[in-house]
Structure formats: structure tokens, C-alpha cells
């Protein structure tokens, strides 16, 4: 188990040295007191609220963004989201369509937007204005890495550690979360275990005593500093090989290869187990299914053993949604639209956070392999999407679904 991101929460945007450093400098206390503890932290981030309710020009947004970018490194901050714009009433097209900008002109900032809420419905305006951009996400560099550091967020609220779905609360609180690389703790309890209570016991038993020993360490240096402590988001999260696979966790309980029957039993028992165990929760909490970023997911996908399709069944019951999912290079906004909608459907339906981060890779066709050469990716086939013939479904502006309750 590895701390992914000490997630630092902003109550406003930063825009000079005097309002970055207090965060910052919080930041590089929680590396030095968890580092001192034996913990592994990858790295210190930052999440700010909407952006939107700080900057309506979106001019203004990409400078905060650049500045914010240019003062990362100096500060001990490694990434930083930028809030979403929220576009659920209102779609917000201008505000929508700058995030590529934003994107272009930085390296180390994330941004997002919020297209789907409860009570709200589903804008199908912003559904639409969503797919454009990550089709011109997908243009700012050649092998599509560009929608890495953007997410389609689904009924999300504030408080996830976890990029590109961070963000705070406007004028609250500086806050404080740990996003956990944990998808090992699910390798180790499940691997030789006679029975699902034994693999869901040693699993519960592990993520309570780690969360012992984290929150011993960050919930009163957050407390001495006036920073409100969050929690933390065990969601699975993996690295790509096999000692760190969430879906190779999946397969040693017996659903294998990962998407064969009793995958979702698997998927949803392992989510229950992180969301009853006694921690303090923040975030998602549930099964993380990133396709590029788990060896055993990645190579499934060449094989065919699982689709799109398995993976929004495995989310109802599951985690984060649809993230890094590798997708034609040739893929319609219609397309991409109707897999938004899909999401948002669930996300509304079921009242639980789901986000979208697909990243159609150029000149890549439905079964070829991605060729990143990036040490947190394992290269995949291309998922095919299935693209819709058209129709009444996203034709209108808004999608009035509610919640089954």
C-alpha cells in the first residue's frame, strides 16, 4: 500500500505566493510526518473549487491554471485540479469547451466537468459539450494522453482525493484526504483464501489496521494546523503488474478470466467490504476498474474477455466508473455523448458517484494496442464503443431521469 496523493482542499483558487504557501506548506508537513511513519507518499496535490465561481471568463481560468502550473514545483505540489465547471442546470458551453485550453497550456493541471446531478437530471447539452472537448482533448497530443488529465464527473460531489474528480467546497475549510494505491491489500487477502468470509475478513482486517496507523499520523498534524481532516479513499486503486491488480484480485476469488460470470458478485462484495469497514471514508470508497492502469485489465481486454458494457454493469456495484478507458481514435462525439449518458443514467439512478475519463487514441482502430510509454499505464487494446445509429436520445436538453428511491 502506497499514499497516491496527499489531497490538499483549497477554500479558493490560489492566485498569489501568500495564498498557495499555507496549503503547500501543510502539504510537505503530511509528506514528512506519513514518510517519518514508513509510509510511501507518491505525491502532494491540490484541489480547488469550481472554477467558475471565481473566474466566469474562461481567459481568466486558463491564467489562474497557468500560474498554478508554473508554481507546482517550487511549492512541493505536484498536480493540481482545477474544479469543474458545473453545467448540470446550465450548460455553460463557453465555460465547457475552455477546458482544453486550460489543458494546453499546462502540464501538471487537471479540470473536469460536472454534467450530472441529483434532482437535476442529465443536461444533454453539456453531455454534447463534453464529448467535443474530449475529442479535441484527444488532438493535444499524438498518442491521446491529453484526456488523462480530464474526467466527465457524474453526481461527484466535493471531497474525492482522487484527480481528476477533486474538489472543494467554495470559501470552507482547508481540507486534507488521503487517495490510497491500495489494490494490493485485495491481492494479498484473497490470494489462498478457502472461503469468501475468509478473503472479505482478511481484507477488512487489513484496510482497518493501515487506516489505524494513517489516521494516527495525518488527523491531529491536520488538527494542530486548522486543516479539517477528511478521511481516506481506499478505492483499489492499483499499479500496473500483478502484484497490484485489482481485476487479478477479482480473478484469484474464481471469477476468471476477469468478466466471466461472478465478476459482478466478486466486484460487488469487495465494494462492500471497503465502504462497511471501520475507517473514516471519504471519496469513492469502492472498486477502482481503470483499464490502463491495471496489468490484468489491460491484458483482459485484449483477450476479450470483458467489453464497455461489463465494465458500466461492474460500476453499478462498484467504483469510480469508466477511467482510462482506451477508445477508437475515430470515435464520434455521438458516440462519446451516448457513453456519457450511460454513465450519468447510473450515476442518477443508483444516487453514487461515477466518473468518465476515455481517451480515444488517434489513428488507433477497435482491437489495435496502445503504445504509451508511460510507467503508470499498461498497454491495452482498444475497447470497441459500439456507437449508437442516431435517434430522439440525444436530441433533446434534458434527460429527466431520478433516482429509483
Not at 107 to 117: D, G, I, K, N, P
Not at 188 to 202: D, I, K, P
Amino acid at each position: 500500500m502506497k499514499v497516491r496523493s496527499i489531497t490538499l482542499f483549497a477554500p479558493t483558487i490560489p492566485t498569489t505566493e501568500e495564498t498557495l504557501a499555507p496549503l503547500a506548506a501543510f502539504g510537505q508537513m503530511g509528506r514528512t510526518a506519513l514518510e517519518g511513519a514508513g509510509y510511501t507518499v507518491q505525491t502532494v496535490r491540490l484541489a480547488t473549487p469550481p472554477w467558475p465561481t471565481s473566474y466566469m471568463d474562461p481567459a481568466e481560468a486558463v491564467t489562474a491554471a497557468r500560474w498554478l502550473d508554473q508554481q507546482a514545483p517550487a511549492a512541493g505540489i505536484d498536480y493540481i485540479s482545477l474544479g469543474p465547471v458545473v453545467a448540470t442546470q446550465h450548460s455553460n458551453e463557453n465555460a465547457i469547451a475552455a477546458s482544453s485550453a486550460i489543458l494546453a497550456a499546462t502540464e501538471r493541471v487537471f479540470c473536469s466537468v460536472l454534467y450530472a446531478e441529483m434532482g437535476q437530471g442529465i443536461n444533454i447539452k453539456a453531455v454534447r459539450a463534453v464529448a467535443k472537448v474530449i475529442e479535441a482533448n484527444a488532438r493535444l497530443e499524438s498518442n491521446g494522453f491529453g484526456n488523462l488529465r480530464f474526467a466527465a464527473l457524474a453526481n461527484v460531489g466535493p471531497g474525492s482525493p482522487f484527480f481528476p474528480a477533486a474538489y472543494a467546497v467554495p470559501q470552507a475549510t482547508p481540507a486534507v484526504a488521503l487517495a490510497l494505491e491500495s489494490a494490493d491489500l485485495a491481492v494479498q487477502a484473497y490470494a489462498g483464501a478457502a472461503t469468501l468470509e475468509e478473503a472479505m475478513q482478511r481484507l477488512r482486517m487489513s484496510l482497518e489496521e493501515i487506516a489505524r496507523g494513517l489516521v494516527t499520523v495525518i488527523e491531529p498534524l491536520a488538527a494542530a494546523q486548522g486543516v479539517a481532516f477528511l478521511g481516506l479513499d481506499f478505492s483499489l486503486a492499483p499499479f500496473p503488474d500483478a502484484e497490484h491488480s485489482g481485476a487479478g484480485a477479482i480473478e484469484s476469488l474464481g471469477a476468471a478470466p476477469f468478466g466471466a460470470m461472478g465478476t459482478l458478485a466478486a466486484a460487488a462484495l469487495t465494494t462492500q467490504v471497503l465502504q462497511s469497514a471501520d475507517y473514516p471514508r471519504c471519496g469513492f470508497s469502492g472498486l477502482m476498474l481503470p483499464v490502463l492502469e491495471d496489468s490484468v485489465l489491460a491484458a483482459r481486454a485484449g483477450e476479450g474477455s470483458y467489453n464497455l458494457h461489463s465494465l458500466l454493469l461492474y460500476s453499478a456495484v462498484c467504483g469510480t466508473g469508466l477511467d482510462t478507458v482506451p477508445l477508437p481514435g475515430d470515435i464520434s462525439a455521438d458516440a462519446l455523448a451516448a457513453i456519457l449518458l450511460d454513465v450519468a443514467a447510473l450515476a442518477v439512478r443508483l444516487d453514487k458517484p461515477l466518473t468518465a475519463r476515455l481517451m480515444p487514441i488517434p489513428g488507433k482502430r477497435a482491437g489495435e494496442v496502445t503504445t504509451f510509454d508511460f510507467p503508470f499505464f499498461a498497454n491495452s487494446a482498444i475497447l470497441d464503443p459500439l456507437a449508437p445509429r442516431g435517434g430522439a436520445l440525444l436530441a433533446g436538453e434534458r434527460l429527466p431521469l431520478r433516482s429509483r428511491a
